[in-house]
């Protein structure tokens, strides 16, 4: 589903497959941000498991946050703000995502075709990645974390 957002917007993002277990937190979070009123100029979309989709249209976004389960190695619930650079997009080797093209690599070609706004992943370890609907307790216990680093970043940008 390609949606139009106007010029200025904040981008949240949600990635994930809600089938399988903790990789769908993206789309969890980006649920629950919908029952809150977080404000003007803020556009929620559940990516689902494909960004590509999405990145063509971008040129007119001022800041996109993306929210995933990413692998680091960390003990499951550990959250992450990664400030997307060029150096990250260059060498990502040991960050993956759980989606047929990785976060990092989607937006690898986003900056190639110059339609990478600045970015942020708010991302959290996931313990559980099986055929289920549930999240495990470990990232369960990390929503409001996650809400809060992704509002502190909202918030950065307004001022």
Not at 61 to 86: Q, W
Not at 105 to 127: D, F, S, V
Request: with cysteine.
């Amino acid at each position: 589903m390609k949606k139009r957002v106007r010029e200025g917007k904040i981008v949240i993002l949600g990635v994930g497959n809600l089938l399988l277990g903790d990789e769908g937190v993206g789309v969890h979070l980006i649920q629950k941000l919908r029952e809150m009123e977080i404000g003007e100029g803020i556009e929620l979309i559940d990516g689902g498991t494909s960004l590509l989709d999405f990145i063509p249209q971008r040129e007119d976004v001022s800041k996109l946050i993306i929210v995933d389960a990413i692998k680091l190695g960390g003990k499951p619930g550990t959250t992450y703000k990664i400030c997307v650079d060029s150096s990250l997009l260059k060498g990502a080797k040991g960050m993956t995502s759980l989606h047929q093209l990785g976060v990092v690599e989607t937006l690898a070609i986003a900056q190639k075709m110059g339609k990478l706004p600045p970015t942020i992943i708010i991302g959290i370890e996931p313990k559980e990645i099986d055929y289920g609907l549930k999240l495990s307790s470990e990232v369960e216990r990390k929503m409001g974390k996650m809400v809060n680093l992704i509002l502190d970043e909202v918030r950065a940008k307004r001022n």
